[in-house]
């Protein structure tokens, strides 16, 4: 008897797409495919429906038309949330009076999935000392920076989102940022990061433009 082993390829669908909020649509019709391995940018001034856009991928939001697939399974349909993801949305806030590896410690407490050494690791891959005993209160806007895209990115997921990640970051955080994002596509992670500045985007493999809602 011969078996055929399976592979399960990680895509992102989005099939006509808007959403609207009070009267207004902030995002229309958009119809996009992400692949696994590959890196998305999403391009385009503030307002533009970037943060929308993640946040409709990511289950934050559920579409006012339209659907969104996770490995052919539809969001709010078939699952509440994508099974296996990283996000990092707008300015990161954490709880004040913990460190950096209490925060992440008591987020992997959620789905048990990630150990103390690969917390460690995460804190260690983004700059940040692991055993640094200063509070949350304490961190600079790119110490909590940091700390955001370690969450991100401890449970190794196949979907990363990143929202302006080099936000309040000095060159060597963006240079950190940069290798990191290269190493979690190469793990074949399906990775999206929305930002206002080409700069940001200049290690994608592919940009998306969105103005006033729409994909251009």
């Known amino acids: 008897m011969f078996y055929k082993e399976v592979f399960k390829i990680n895509t992102i669908h989005l099939n006509d797409v808007s959403k609207r909020i009070k009267k207004e649509y902030v995002l229309r019709n958009i119809n996009l495919t992400f692949n696994e391995g590959c890196i998305y940018g999403l391009h385009g001034i503030n307002?533009?429906?970037k943060t929308m856009l993640l946040r409709a991928i990511s289950g934050l939001i559920k579409p006012t038309e339209g659907t969104v697939s996770i490995n052919e399974k539809i969001l709010h349909k078939d699952i509440d949330f994508p099974e296996s993801i990283g996000v990092l949305i707008e300015t990161p806030d954490f709880w004040r009076n913990y460190t950096a590896i209490e925060v992440l410690s008591s987020l992997g407490r959620i789905k048990k999935i990630v150990s103390e050494d690969?917390?460690?690791n995460a804190l260690?891959?983004?700059g940040l000392e692991p055993r640094d005993k200063r509070t949350i209160k304490k961190f600079s806007l790119g110490m909590k920076q940091r700390l955001g895209i370690a969450?991100?990115?401890m449970e190794k997921p196949k979907i990363l989102l990143l929202d302006e990640p080099t936000n309040?970051?000095?060159k060597s955080g963006i240079s950190l940022i940069e290798e990191i994002i290269?190493?979690?596509?190469?793990r074949g992670?399906?990775?999206?990061i929305a930002s206002h500045n080409t700069h940001?985007?200049?290690n994608c493999d592919s940009l998306i433009e969105i103005e006033n809602g729409y994909i251009i």
């Open 47 to 49: 307002g533009s429906g």
């Open 118 to 120: 690969d917390i460690i």
């Open 124 to 126: 260690n891959r983004v």
């Open 151 to 153: 969450q991100a990115i």
């Open 168 to 170: 309040a970051l000095d």
């Open 182 to 186: 290269k190493e979690e596509s190469s």
């Open 189 to 192: 992670t399906i990775i999206i």
């Open 200 to 202: 940001d985007l200049s």
